[in-house]
């Protein structure tokens, strides 16, 4: 789906229903060899996010299938944080320009790929309708969205915390 954002660049906004199994829901360069089995760290477990080369692991507050969007712009986005609960900067890189998009159980194989420009990008990552969340496996208006953009920014930090209630 083609839109167009404030700034007039052209973006693609990737739609999904994932099984966050684990609490998690990954983004992984096509090629990526990545072992995920110790990124989980007291730090990413604060924000949410978790970084090897070529792999993100996105944190969600439920256990179940979550809507999840992935945004692809051109530059660095401006963006509303009183619109989002929770907010998160990180990185990766795709080196084959495919990202597998899957929840952690799922089988690779069968994980929905999208095609983008080779090469670095900074992500952030954002979660709302977080309070909407009563038990954990009930339905609630919760989204979880990746913004992606070309750069070599390393930068691994939290923007804005939800502190659960």
């Not at 339905?139 to 691994?156: G, M, Q, T």
Request: aromatic share 12%; with cysteine; charged share 30%.
């Amino acid at each position: 789906m083609q839109a167009l954002c404030e700034q007039k660049e052209i973006m693609t906004i990737h739609q999904f229903d994932i099984f966050a199994d684990y609490f998690q829901l990954y983004l992984m360069d096509d090629e990526a060899k990545d072992d995920t089995s110790e990124i989980w760290t007291d730090e990413a477990l604060d924000i949410k996010l978790a970084i090897a080369q070529n792999t993100v692991a996105v944190g969600t507050y439920r256990n179940v299938d979550v809507k999840f969007e992935l945004e692809v712009v051109e530059s660095e986005p401006k963006v509303d944080l009183s619109a989002w609960d929770h907010a998160s900067l990180g990185f990766i890189s795709f080196p084959s320009g495919k990202c597998a998009v899957f929840g952690c159980t799922d089988y690779l194989p069968d994980a929905k790929r999208i095609e983008l420009p080779k090469g670095n990008y900074a992500l952030l990552f954002l979660a709302k309708g977080l309070d909407s969340i009563t038990v954990e496996w009930e339905p609630a208006d919760d989204l979880y969205k990746v913004i992606l953009w070309p750069s070599n920014s390393k930068e691994f930090r939290s923007v804005k915390r939800y502190e659960i209630t």
